[in-house]
């Protein structure tokens, strides 16, 4: 074994060995280096137009060795000698160990004159030395470098890949296996490794070293017979080829590194947009509902029977319970992802998002209370349409009923078997009768006229009802009115025919008395006579006092009063009843909604423990109001029985089903939003790097200054914070930070947005500078990247998504199908438009 092999030290990096002892050194090695080393020194000095074929011989005069110093390094070293004297090479070659020193390389036994004199092992050794420096030294892989970096770089790289096993740089690639290995976990497509045997090494050996030099620009550096035919090959051989390897794809690294940072960008540029899309589908749909909701609860156009109404209430009902909860719950989710995707924006170094015109958050606020201002106003109207229709209703029942008595009353006979009272003013019995019987005709229409009067109230009542159900716009009005009208007519005619039966019966009274008087002269003649007249006169008259059809109905209507009393008396003990059980509930719920509303205020200022036991204990919340649901539901059922029974107040509770629902809506809002906000500030502070106490310092500033206690600052107090902290600024630098921290222009700071602002500096975010030298690296340094340069660097939807957004590059340098990665990198972050 060879001294400088054994004595390696520092990591290969600082050779001390004694090259004098080069007797040591196997031929196979040597013979394995030579041509490695020379193929080393090849790759880099074909840059420059030149090349070797003699290692010991072509470094002699220092030269070619101080020029592949400067191609591998990238610097200029000192002028070199151009004389042909033994000094000036001895010049030129100290120049070259004077500049691999100068890189922190320890040269110990290697001088100008064995160089010089053509010494094979000094010449290797000074070769492995440049090796070590330039082509391993840099290499770093998980914390390790040099050698071991190299090995796990191996290692890790063929983990994948069956029956290799990489353990060193001599006996672990024998086999080619772990050439080939590497070679297929960075090309694929070069080698098919599936029919690759171990036990076929020199195929193996020449498979990898072929594609290597055709494919991957790597020179073939050692013979595959040379290393089968070692029983351990040259580890400084293999170490050197297997750099160039690494190196070889330290490019495509390059690009997988500049390839995983586009992707990273734009998965968030993906991400984002597609939140921007949902943000604007949601709001959309939400507004789309609330234009096609507000003109059926603008319908006021009333129906003619409480029963449509009902139905009408019963719909109200369903819209309520069923249509608007999932609305408020897309709305409380639209101001959630809108808050989330600023925030997201601003941490990805964005612009603020700016909906559709008509589509901002504020737009959908200002809809949203237009829909609950003629919400309330459609259900007032409802309640006072079904009082109208019940006042109606009853109003209709009395009409009937007065109307119906009226006309029984004129239909009826009164009190002779004739067919009612018309009829029975219209007859001329007393064209017949006797001066008795008109007398008695007489005393009978007296008391008609007296019953006549009683009923004159009726009448006017009747028709005051008629034109109170016409004045409440009663749908059966026509009739109604017709009803009336027969009835006044029929009155006025009864009138009339009183009064003229009135007359006649005077007339013929008198008449009859002028008879009278002829009978009574005619009496005292004929008494006998006359006394039998008077008796039947008073048998006759007995026959008439009887009771009356109209007493024994009365007598039949008290009972009847009586029960209705007594049905109306439990009902009203049954609204009572319903009056007092959602009362009860009422004053319970109602409180319960404002103690939690101010709870959940409480823990989201609050500075106890961290933001993830904020936002445990917000979950906490979240969770028991969701539980409280049941409890809503019952106290609908109840309002729901109230509004059949008709009732229309409660002295038991100050709160209605309104104030219940809308503070019901309004705390399932405020805890997802606070949820949410908490999310957003756990996203921001791990992003940014802000500890705890950060986090507590800015929370406590913010809350001293949220002077009214809203959860915001107004401008004046966000103003009056910076000012506190030692910002000293005029109106313009003031506005420019409110466009920051107010982007939608609310003339409000959110705790987010302060701590947005707050931490802004030290967000490692990336650039659109960065993505544009990403891709530049992928596009071979050029100015311009192609489709197929695009589909093969990245995934293919990324891959598709920049193909549809990227304009034609247009520049002096273009080819066709050319496309401009640097504006599409500065639209990435707004900067210019896609």
Not at 588 to 602: D, L, S, Y
């Amino acid at each position: 074994m060879d001294h400088y092999d054994s004595q390696q030290t520092n990591d290969y990096m600082q050779p001390e060995e004694d090259w004098d002892r080069d007797l040591l050194l196997d031929p196979a090695w040597e013979k394995q280096q030579r041509k490695t080393f020379t193929a080393w020194c090849n790759s880099h000095l074909r840059k420059a137009g030149t090349q070797i074929e003699n290692i010991e011989e072509d470094f002699r005069d220092g030269l070619k060795l101080m020029l592949l110093l400067e191609v591998i390094s990238g610097e200029r070293l000192a002028k070199p000698e151009r004389g042909k004297m033994r000094v000036h090479k001895i010049s030129n070659v100290n120049k070259a160990l004077d500049f691999i020193a100068s890189k922190g390389v320890k040269l110990v036994s290697i001088g100008a004159e064995e160089i010089v004199d053509g010494n094979v092992k000094m010449t290797l050794g000074m070769i492995w030395t440049i090796i070590l420096r330039f082509a391993i030294q840099d290499i770093s892989v998980e914390e390790t470098s040099a050698k071991e970096g190299l090995l796990l770089w191996c290692q890790r790289k063929t983990a994948p890949y069956k029956n290799v096993n990489i353990q060193n740089f001599h006996i672990s690639w024998k086999d080619g296996l772990g050439f080939c290995a590497l070679i297929h976990r960075h090309r694929p497509e070069l080698i098919d490794y599936g029919k690759l045997r171990k036990d076929d090494p020199l195929t193996n050996l020449n498979t990898a070293f072929d594609v290597a030099e055709k494919y991957l620009d790597i020179p073939k550096m050692l013979d595959a017979e040379d290393i089968v035919g070692t029983a351990r090959p040259d580890e400084k051989a293999i170490m050197t080829y297997v750099s160039s390897f690494y190196h070889a794809f330290s490019g495509a690294q390059k690009a997988e590194t500049a390839a995983n940072r586009i992707c990273k960008v734009l998965a968030v540029n993906q991400e984002n947009e597609q939140l921007m899309e949902d943000y604007e589908k949601l709001a959309s749909d939400l507004l789309e509902w609330i234009r096609r909701t507000i003109p059926w609860l603008e319908n006021r156009v009333p129906e003619n029977t409480m029963h449509a109404m009902q139905q009408k209430l019963e719909d109200f009902r369903d819209y309520r319970r069923l249509h608007k909860p999932p609305k408020v719950q897309e709305k409380c989710q639209l101001e959630i992802n809108f808050n989330t995707l600023q925030t997201k924006l601003r941490l990805s170094n964005r612009p603020a998002f700016m909906p559709s015109e008509g589509r901002m958050v504020s737009d959908i606020n200002n809809a949203w209370g237009c829909l609950e201002q003629v919400e309330k106003g459609y259900e007032e109207w409802l309640l006072n349409e079904i009082r109208r229709l019940e006042r109606l209703d009853h109003l209709a029942e009395k009409f009937r009923q007065k109307a119906s008595i009226h006309e029984a009353w004129t239909d009826a006979v009164w009190p002779s078997l004739n067919p009612g009272k018309e009829a029975m003013l219209r007859q001329k019995d007393y064209e017949t009768a006797t001066l008795s019987e008109i007398k008695a005709l007489l005393k009978k229409h007296e008391a008609f006229e007296s019953d006549l009067a009683a009923h004159q109230d009726r009448v006017e009542q009747i028709a005051a009802i008629a034109q109170e159900l016409n004045e409440l716009d009663y749908y059966d009005s026509p009739s109604v009115n017709a009803r009336c009208q027969k009835i006044c007519d029929q009155w006025d005619n009864l009138g009339a025919l009183t009064q003229k039966r009135r007359e006649a019966l005077e007339r013929t009274e008198k008449l009859l008395e002028t008879i009278d008087q002829l009978y009574l002269e005619y009496a005292k003649r004929a008494a006998p006579f006359n006394n039998w007249m008077e008796g039947a006169m008073e048998d006759l008259q007995d026959t008439f006092i009887v009771h009356t059809i109209e007493e024994i109905q009365v007598r039949q209507l008290v009972p009847r009063r009586d029960q209705a009393l007594t049905e109306e008396h439990a009902r009203q003990q049954h609204n009572e009843r319903l009056r007092k059980q959602f009362g009860a509930q009422a004053n319970v719920i109602g409180p319960w909604i404002q103690t939690k509303m101010e709870e959940i205020g409480r823990i989201s200022i609050e500075m106890h423990g961290t933001l993830e036991d904020q936002l445990s204990h917000l979950r906490q919340y979240e969770k028991s109001i969701v539980n409280y649901k049941p409890k809503i539901d019952q106290l609908e059922g109840d309002h729901q029985l109230i509004q059949e029974a008709l009732i229309f107040d409660n002295k038991h509770t100050n709160y209605t089903m309104e104030h219940i629902r809308v503070g019901w809506e309004q705390l399932l809002t405020t805890i997802a939003r606070t949820i949410n906000e908490v999310e957003n500030q756990i996203l921001t502070r791990d992003a940014k790097g802000i500890s705890q106490e950060q986090m507590n310092e800015f929370r406590a500033s913010f809350n001293h200054f949220d002077r009214k206690k809203t959860g915001m600052m107004d401008t004046d107090d966000f103003r009056a914070c910076l000012i506190s902290m030692g910002y000293n600024m005029g109106e313009a630098e003031f506005a420019r930070i409110m466009s920051i921290v107010d982007p939608n222009r609310l003339g409000v700071v959110t705790f987010q947005a302060f701590i947005d602002f707050m931490s802004r500096e030290t967000a490692d975010t990336d650039t659109a500078d960065q993505v544009m030298a990403s891709f530049k690296i992928l596009a071979g340094d050029k100015n311009y990247i192609t489709v197929d340069e695009l589909r093969r660097e990245l995934p293919p939807d990324q891959a598709e998504y920049c193909i549809a957004r990227m304009a034609p590059y247009t520049g002096p340098d273009s080819v066709p199908g050319a496309l401009d990665y640097m504006s599409f990198s500065t639209a990435l972050y707004g900067e210019s438009d896609l």
